[in-house]
């Protein structure tokens, strides 16, 4: 079946730090890739998204490319913010009408 | 334009009593998915359902159910609930059916506690 492996972290970074997310995939067919973040007591929101292969998804200053060669969508942002603090989450869907999420990585930004 | 609205937002109910959830997608969303979420295992998958039929089921005993109307709101039923029933439901909507590569989008979703 299909999984989606990422760093769990947590991860803590100080202000203006460079953040890596790793994420890893296995999927049959051609996966749609998602990244969602979600801050404390609320739902998920879409961060960024990409359908095919060599797509990069960006959004608020996060980046992500779709690499069918290594199976990765790995999230990356420049310079992070103590409002980035959240868990983020890597998801992929395929042909089989099923959302397969990662286990989140934690991040937390100190001032 | 209103995003996922899933209600209640909080409940409160007693092992082996039954509890339903009630999810209303975006409007001229066809597709809505639940999942659980909880700390030690994390965003699990239950159920998606298009056009009034489930289309796939994640690993949860029978105790969980939906159903999907013909306007595409859903809801989700979870039988003789158990303490480790405790959890965020998340409820999810999206134009077609998942797999097509469209925006998935999440309610803010509803807190069970099972006492």
């Known amino acids: 079946g299909n999984s989606v492996t990422q760093m769990e972290g947590p991860v803590t970074l100080s202000e203006e730090a460079f953040l890596t997310i790793n994420c890893t995939y296995t999927a049959t067919g051609y996966p749609s890739l998602f990244w969602y973040v979600q801050y404390p007591g609320e739902g998920l929101q879409l961060l960024l998204k990409?359908?095919?292969?060599?797509d990069k998804g960006s959004n608020k200053g996060f980046e992500a490319t779709y690499r069918k060669e290594t199976t990765s969508f790995h999230l990356e942002k420049g310079s992070v913010q103590v409002s980035d603090s959240a868990v983020y989450f890597c998801?992929?869907?395929?042909?089989?009408?099923?959302?397969?999420f990662g286990a989140g990585t934690t991040v937390t930004v100190r001032a | 334009k209103a995003g996922v609205t899933q209600t209640p937002r909080y409940l409160i109910k007693t092992r082996g009593q039954q509890v339903t959830l009630s999810c209303s997608p975006i409007?001229?969303?066809?597709?809505v998915s639940w999942y659980q979420q909880t700390p030690g295992q994390g965003l699990q998958f239950l159920f998606e359902?298009?056009?009034?039929?489930?289309?796939n089921k994640g690993n949860f005993p029978g105790r969980f159910s939906g159903r999907q109307f013909s306007n595409s709101r859903s809801e989700m039923n979870v039988s003789t609930l158990e303490l480790g029933d405790s959890a965020l439901y998340l409820c999810a909507s999206s134009l077609e059916a998942l797999g097509s590569g469209n925006t998935i989008y999440f309610g803010e979703g509803s807190w069970l506690t099972v006492v």
């Open positions: 359902y298009f056009s009034e039929t489930q289309r």
């Open positions: 998801a992929l869907t395929t042909n089989d009408y099923k959302l397969s």
């Open positions: 409007s001229g969303h066809r597709s």
């Open positions: 990409a359908t095919k292969a060599d």
